[in-house]
């Protein structure tokens, strides 16, 4: 490798592995019955159904389906916290970064810290959202 390029590579990587962080996200695929309904997520056009829309897993997200003639649907994306993962992670975490036991237990409770900070302690529920239109009128 070319010594004069050494530091023209390095932060080259580092600009990759900072693009790659941000908050932990989940894909929710959306579809409706008829199809190419226009899929709004929090406000931003996604595009028409079928789509997969992705969302942060730091907050509750709203998805927003519309299509002339048909009655526009709202489905709030609601984050939950799944401990159960996040324990198991930070117990697979703590015993990698750990060798005492007491190293494990507080190497465990910061990952699951860690974890809840981040959001990837949490799942977007729904996680797949299918909605049957219903025309303009007919009510529920």
Same mark, same amino acid.
């Given at each position: 490798?070319?010594?004069?390029?050494? &530091?023209? %590579?390095?932060?080259? +990587?580092?600009?990759? $592995?900072?693009? !790659?962080?941000?908050?932990? *996200?989940?894909?929710?695929?959306?579809?409706?019955?008829?199809?190419?309904?226009?899929? %709004? !997520?929090?406000?931003?056009?996604?595009?028409?159904? &079928?789509?997969? +829309?992705?969302?942060?897993?730091?907050?509750?997200?709203?998805?927003?389906?519309? @299509?002339?003639?048909?009655?526009? #649907?709202?489905?709030?994306?609601?984050?939950?916290? *799944?401990?159960?993962?996040?324990?198991?992670?930070?117990?697979?975490?703590?015993?990698?970064?750990?060798?005492? &036991?007491?190293? +494990?237990?507080?190497? =465990? !409770? @910061? #990952? +699951?810290?860690?974890?809840?900070?981040?959001?990837?302690?949490?799942?977007?529920?729904?996680?797949?959202? =299918?909605?049957? $239109?219903?025309?303009?009128?007919?009510?529920?």
């Amino acid at each position: 490798m070319n010594t004069k390029l050494a &530091p023209i %590579y390095s932060i080259l +990587v580092c600009l990759l $592995l900072l693009a !790659a962080c941000g908050p932990p *996200k989940q894909k929710i695929p959306v579809s409706s019955d008829p199809i190419g309904a226009m899929v %709004y !997520a929090d406000g931003v056009k996604t595009g028409p159904t &079928p789509t997969i +829309v992705k969302f942060d897993k730091q907050r509750d997200h709203l998805i927003t389906i519309i @299509k002339d003639g048909y009655e526009q #649907e709202e489905i709030i994306i609601r984050r939950q916290f *799944k401990p159960d993962k996040a324990i198991r992670d930070g117990i697979i975490s703590g015993i990698i970064k750990g060798g005492d &036991p007491k190293d +494990v237990a507080g190497a =465990t !409770a @910061k #990952e +699951v810290d860690d974890q809840e900070r981040s959001g990837e302690a949490y799942e977007l529920t729904p996680s797949i959202v =299918t909605i049957k $239109l219903r025309p303009v009128g007919q009510g529920i």
